[in-house]
């Protein structure tokens, strides 16, 4: 079964600094597709980017970028000139491609205060 | 588009009451996906259906749950007889359309407290 894994419980970074979020998961599958998803306060969850395994560019979104180490089954989100906005939990998930599953495991999340 | 919508927002009842909760996906999608969320667990995929066929009910914590789907823009999620313990965060997603995609547009969830 595919695991993914949020090591850092919280985090904290001063406005307008970078903070880097990591992940890790497991998995045999060498068709997928890995997502970092923003939940604030208001509970709603919301997609901040996105990267599929056979693509090797890291996906990139405005101030948010990925590090995509498909060998060391890593995922990070890097997220530059952090916002006062950019305050929540933050999940990173797994879903197998090809097929009609589209199943998303979740990891633990990872609270993200920014200070200002 | 209106996005994933769900109802009620805030859900607060007795145990034993039955709960129903409800899902309008975005149009187009063809996946839908009920999670639950509390602090012990995490988020959890219930169930989810593809084409309004149930695919992988495993999630489904026993047969107090159950969820259907009737038509493509419709879903429900009931609980019968409720417990406190089913007292969580309850998220609609949808995901699909035109062209395959993975990524899940999640509703506003609901809340339900069971006392």
């Known amino acids: 079964a595919q695991t993914v894994t949020q090591s850092q419980p919280e985090m904290s970074v001063q406005e307008a600094e970078t903070v880097t979020l990591s992940c890790t998961y497991d998995?045999?599958?060498?068709?997928?597709?890995l997502f970092w998803y923003k939940q604030p306060p208001s509970r709603q969850m919301i997609l901040v980017i996105r990267q599929e395994a056979y693509k090797q560019q890291n996906a990139t979104e405005n101030r948010f970028s990925v590090n995509f180490q498909k060998a060391a089954k890593s995922f990070s989100l890097k997220i530059s000139d952090s916002q006062l906005g950019d305050a929540a939990m933050y999940f990173c998930?797994?879903?197998?491609?090809?097929?009609?599953?589209?199943?998303?495991?979740f990891g633990k999340g990872t609270l993200l205060t920014v200070n200002p | 588009d209106a996005g994933v919508i769900q109802s009620p927002r805030h859900e607060v009842t007795e145990m034993g009451q039955e709960v129903t909760l409800r899902c309008k996906p975005i149009?187009?999608?063809?996946?839908l996906f009920w999670y639950r969320q509390t602090m012990m667990r995490g988020l959890e995929l219930l169930i989810y259906f593809n084409n309004n066929v149930p695919i992988d009910d495993s999630g489904m914590p026993e047969d107090r749950f159950s969820a259907k789907m009737p038509n493509a823009s419709f879903s429900t999620l009931k609980i019968q007889p409720s417990e406190p313990r089913d007292s969580a965060v309850y998220f609609c997603a949808s995901s699909g359309g035109g062209t395959v995609t993975y990524e899940q547009y999640f509703g506003p969830g609901t809340r339900l407290t069971v006392t």
């Open positions: 998995t045999s599958e060498s068709d997928y597709y």
């Open positions: 998930a797994y879903s197998p491609g090809g097929g009609s599953n589209y199943k998303l495991t």
């Open positions: 149009s187009g999608h063809n996946s």
